[in-house]
């Protein structure tokens, strides 16, 4: 057997920055171990499968670990070999995946995702959480991942996580954000639960900080940064329960698996 795979960097204007994502084009869905097995060999914190169905998608997401539910730059990559390699000719990619419709479109900033907002609930700050970190954040939030809101950017980038104690925190990840200095808010993304210590541009988490974001400086449209190692710019505009997130995406290799 011999599958196409297209690795992406998504939230990235050039190769080497935003976050590479594996994308596989399937006719019909394979065994879910093998699907887990390739994203394992692949070793990107996502690998996205998808399936044609009347005119729509089917779209799943694999860490080296476990299927996740939600994923952006994944599902940006995905969108982009459509646009750009499959001979997709509309203007919008209909998704159908675990959390739902996803719909993505090209925009003035590259391709624009359209995803459910994040729900969120305010907790104390986690025992502990500030020898994780290097430092304790002044506010946390429950939801899909922990969410950690920290005073300063500086405070975000000086950051020297111990993975093993974050394994310990309850939700998916850790998420850690902060107003920006030239940005409105920036970010950092610890997943070692998913082998994926620190994710280089997570979209999902977006869907989570960009309504706490908006509620807290009064706006829809925000411009972030997570500033991994690799970085990336995220474009941000919360449309009630949705949250829509833009940004460009560059190949980086085109190739072929073989099974």
């Known amino acids: 057997m011999e599958l196409k795979l297209f690795q992406v960097d998504a939230f990235a204007e050039k190769v080497f ?12 869905w394979l065994d879910d171990e093998l699907l887990l097995a390739i994203a394992s060999e692949n070793n990107l914190s996502e690998t996205a499968f998808f399936v044609p169905e009347n005119g729509r998608y089917k779209l799943r997401w694999f860490t080296p670990q476990a299927e996740v539910d939600l994923c952006g730059h994944a599902t940006l990559a995905t969108a982009h070999v459509l646009f750009e390699h499959l001979g997709f000719s509309g203007e919008e990619v209909v998704f159908d995946s675990r959390s739902g419709e996803l719909r993505v479109r090209r925009s003035e900033a590259g391709l624009e995702l359209d995803f459910p907002a994040g729900w969120r609930r305010e907790i104390g700050i986690p025992l502990g959480i500030d020898q994780a970190l290097g430092s ?45 200095d030239e940005v409105d808010f920036v970010s950092r993304c610890f997943f070692p639960k998913l082998r994926v210590d620190e994710d280089p541009v997570t979209g999902s988490a977006h869907c989570q900080m960009a309504p706490y974001w908006g509620e807290r400086l009064g706006k829809d449209e925000l411009l972030a940064r997570q500033v991994s190692a690799r970085g990336g710019t995220v474009r941000c505009r919360v449309a009630g329960e949705r949250v829509k997130l833009a940004g460009p995406a560059v190949d980086f290799l085109v190739g072929t698996i073989r099974l």
């Open 17 to 28: 920055e935003g976050n590479p994502a594996a994308v596989v084009p399937l006719e019909e």
């Open 136 to 180: 304790k954040p002044r506010q946390a939030f429950e939801g899909e991942d922990c969410m950690l809101v920290f005073g300063s950017e500086a405070e975000i980038r000086a950051l020297s996580p111990d993975f093993r104690a974050l394994v310990r925190v309850p939700g998916r990840g850790v998420i850690t954000t902060a107003p920006g």
